[in-house]
């Protein structure tokens, strides 16, 4: 016979008299991850714990001071904080820095001319409050990667925080008050009676007020906005809709 009758057939598929081309490999699941979310940088576990704690709607009261879990946090990490920038952590200081301590020292004077001695906790607390998260950030976030994941972080408990303040509002229960008050004191819900909008109750999920619910997510929309995938184009609303449903339900004004 001649020899061309005893070569092999061809794969299905592939061209007569030649090899079938080879399939293209699949992306490995972690690969197909990244290019969807973007890329993942590890975090300090210090960011973690207080971005998670900003959630969470217990209280503690220690010397007339009303203390939530992020208070507790911020009191905590103060002084090593403030070290990590007077070490250089950050880098060199920028305009930023001493804008934020100007504005900082300028509100204690404003609270102290205006309530003498009986503001002094209430200024001592409010300089932690505003000093620690912002070195916080210039020390523990130095890349856009880390940004990037922070907000990823954020993100995913926009969703779960939209899903609760969607039911609490249609349902006057406020289920992340009522999980965490086995456990200790939680922020007290709106009654019932309440001021209602849109026939709905105002949301306030593990916030003290509807208005710093709402204040806090929407500060969520632009950055998650213009949040990058991994091929670099923005989430967009996909994104976004998230804190602006959350936001919605706190039905306030002010966010």
């Known amino acids: 016979l001649p020899p061309h009758y005893l070569a092999p057939l061809p794969r299905p598929g592939a061209p007569f008299g030649g090899a079938a081309p080879a399939p293209p490999p699949a992306a490995a699941p972690p690969q197909r991850l990244r290019e969807s979310i973007g890329a993942i940088e590890p975090l300090s576990p210090i960011l973690i714990l207080f971005g998670v704690a900003l959630f969470i709607p217990l209280i503690l009261s220690v010397g007339g001071i009303v203390l939530t879990p992020a208070r507790f946090v911020l009191v905590v990490m103060m002084v090593p904080v403030m070290g990590m920038y007077v070490s250089g952590r950050a880098g060199p200081p920028i305009a930023a820095d001493y804008l934020m301590v100007g504005f900082t020292f300028w509100m204690a004077v404003s609270l102290f001319v205006f309530g003498g001695t009986g503001q002094i906790e209430i200024i001592g607390i409010s300089i932690i409050e505003f000093l620690c998260p912002y070195f916080m950030a210039r020390c523990l976030i130095r890349t856009r990667a880390q940004y990037e994941t922070l907000l990823r972080l954020f993100m995913v408990a926009a969703v779960l925080i939209a899903l609760l303040a969607a039911i609490e509002s249609m349902t006057s229960r406020n289920l992340l008050s009522r999980g965490f008050d086995i456990l200790g004191r939680v922020h007290p819900e709106l009654p019932i009676r309440y001021e209602r909008r849109l026939g709905m109750l105002r949301a306030q999920s ?20 213009f949040l990058r995938r991994g091929d670099g184009q923005p989430w967009r609303i996909k994104s976004a809709m998230f804190p602006a449903a959350a936001t919605f339900f706190s039905l306030s004004v002010g966010a």
């Open 206 to 225: 593990g916030f003290p007020h509807p208005i710093l619910f709402g204040v806090f997510m929407s500060t969520l929309f632009a950055p998650l906005f």
